[in-house]
């Protein structure tokens, strides 16, 4: 059989494997959780197949359902098409539910009705891979409705637990608005250009901007950005994060949110170009840092291991857009980099945070202390996945942060430009409070004083320690042999992202792209460097002035005593001796309560934003995509 068949197949393998789960499951957990482990097998062997030569080769694969091709160059069937971006996504996408059903083998033992747990994992995977597959923009949408309404599915399997449903129901809100803008976008695009087919829209929105079209751009990419968690969308994210599965959670952090990213590299690089355009490169990059400071300084303020792993997980997916918002070969290159790390040590501390919810029962920081003694082999692995996305070398986290920082840095020099500057300031200070995050969390679980109620606590089994060891292992490799990884995998990626025509062409036909009057991206290629002399005084410059920043905002009265613990204030005071012991002790979870109380201001402002009502969050979807169609409107013409 032809590898051209592979990625079809691999994606009706999964909807394949749900349909048994469904049909044959009930009261066979068994049955179900080997359908699940070869479906995932079986589907990650036929993506690893097409590698070779889509990735190394450079071979693009058109496929059209139905053998539907173009007709006198029109499409009219339904394609999907492969290059070297959809593979490398693709990977991602199946590496993920590989660890996740091997997790879940052993951790979903305490559930009921497993065979509509992995029913709906299987179709959110198998709507997933399509997404980042397929070719046509409508086959697109119905992929991310079948991942929406199966990822509210997940988020509220464990309805007994507090605030699931409540979740779940954010998540269908707040997702179903983001389907729905994206629904009307592509209808916007339907009616101007009569096909839904991404390479001929790309062929035609090229020279045939309209005021059409910069509101169907402006509706798919705030309804994408919805599907990608980023500020101001990622509200219900951290709920749903928080109370679903945590083999489900990793999912959700390290596919799902991908295939918002994913879908908007092709909207903004493929289908409508306009990465050249500064106005697109400031938008992007203005999302992604104000994404990453929320998402960071938020994580900072939890008592949950898993939601303030949420909150981080926000964080990283802005460093993916802020650098993929450069429009520059080293800054797509450094996006997709840190989207593959991000899979890896965020799948890595979900799959941890499980381990510490199975052996305990809980992932109140507060309750928890001293479980290296108990878990010697999670801790090893979470302090992997801490130091990652830390970034601290060698692991992955610092490879790909640092290819962000010089590539928002070579956008300043380049360009002149002190706002690319402020941004490579902004990734530093978030680097630096991830860091600080992170002590808090090993602090609070694994160091400390372990409480009495968990002193019989055990490690966890080996097929929840397996895809820890693997993605552990993936975290070191990946970070020492960056070269290896950045030739085979991300130049290519990168090479299909600012290469519309090959795109077009290998879909509509050779010459269509020439023809149609599209031009490819010209960047510079990607160079890329950690040894640079120079780079390494101006970053030192950078770190400086961050930490001068964090210390001029805060409060002058710093070294005196400033509440009691019986003020309303309490919470945030300094204490220096005389309080009553209850209030005087500090826990792992409160290391940085002196930085809270020198922030006050701004995480009370923020604990409003975050008022976990629904139509709040509405609200700030409804604002957020006013504030876009202006913007284009404005900009983009």
Known sequence: MSYVHFPVIAVMSLFLGAFVCAIFGKNHDKLCKAVGVLDAAWVFALIALIVKPVVFDGEIISYWMGNWSPIKGWAIGIGYEIDALGAFFALIVVFTVLMSVIYSIRYMDRDDDIYNYYTLLLMMSGSVLGLVLTGDVFNMFIMIEIMTFTAVGLTCFRNRSFGALEAGFKYLVIGSMGSSMTLLGIALLYAQCHTLNMAQLASILVNNTTPTSVLALALMFTGLGVKAYIVPFHMPAADSYAVAPTSVSMVFSGMVNKAGVYAIIRLVYILFNTMDKGSMQVLLTAFGAVTMFVGVTMALAQH??????????????GYVITAIGLGSALGVTAGLFHALNHTLFKGLLFLCAGAVLYATGTTNLDKLGGLSKKMPKTTICFLVGAFSIAGMPPFNGFASKWMVYQAAFEKAVEGGHIYFAFITVVA??????????????????FFGQCPIELQKTEEVPFSMRL??????????????????VNKWFLAPATNAVLNATNYIDKMMGNGYAAAAGVENIQVAPAAFSFWNPLTWLVLFVVVFAAVAIVILTGKKSRGAVLETAENVDGKYATFFGGEASPFSHVSGSDLFWGFKKDWKGYFSFMDNLHSGIVNDYALWVVVALAIVTVWFNVFMK
């Open 467 to 484: 895809p820890m060891w693997i993605m552990s292992a993936l975290c070191l490799l990946v970070g020492v042999f960056y070269d290896f």
């Open 428 to 445: 530093v200070v978030v680097s630096v409070m991830t860091l600080a995050s992170f002590i808090k969390v090993t602090q609070a679980v």
């Open 304 to 317: 949950d291991f898993k939601r303030l792993l949420a909150f981080h997980s926000i964080s990283q997916i």
